[in-house]
């Protein structure tokens, strides 16, 4: 069983810049992928970025040049660098951890996007 605690997001204006942290603990043999995804109302989850063992990196168009995903293996972490937020980036940010064939989800972080 894998727990994730999100943190990190609140209120930017556009332009703005913002860092998500998640930090995942529980009894676990290796994560294989850590990424970001988001679902903003009356939308599907989306992917945002994901990150792989071996350090591959994978970004949604929309923000790629923009985002940036890293992980810290030895604390079991994932963030996500945000730049030059705008109001499409309003959503609530999940923080997900695929362990084996499994999916873990955290709780969630809202991240708005407003002048």
């Known amino acids: 069983q894998v727990q994730l605690v999100e943190s990190g997001g609140g209120l930017v204006q556009p332009g703005g810049s913002l860092r998500l942290s998640c930090a995942a603990s529980g009894s676990f043999f290796r994560i294989k992928a850590m990424g970001w995804y988001r679902q903003a109302p009356g939308k599907q989850r989306e992917l945002v970025a994901s990150?792989?063992?071996?350090?591959?990196?994978t970004y949604a168009d929309s923000v790629r040049g923009r985002f940036t995903i890293s992980r810290d293996d030895a604390k079991n972490m994932v963030y996500l660098q945000m730049y030059s937020l705008n109001v499409e980036d309003t959503a609530v940010y999940y923080c997900?951890?695929?362990?084996?064939?499994?999916?873990?989800w955290g709780q969630g972080t809202q991240v708005t996007v407003s002048s």
């Open positions: 997900n951890v695929k362990v084996l064939s499994f999916d873990f």
């Open positions: 990150v792989m063992s071996g350090g591959t990196t």
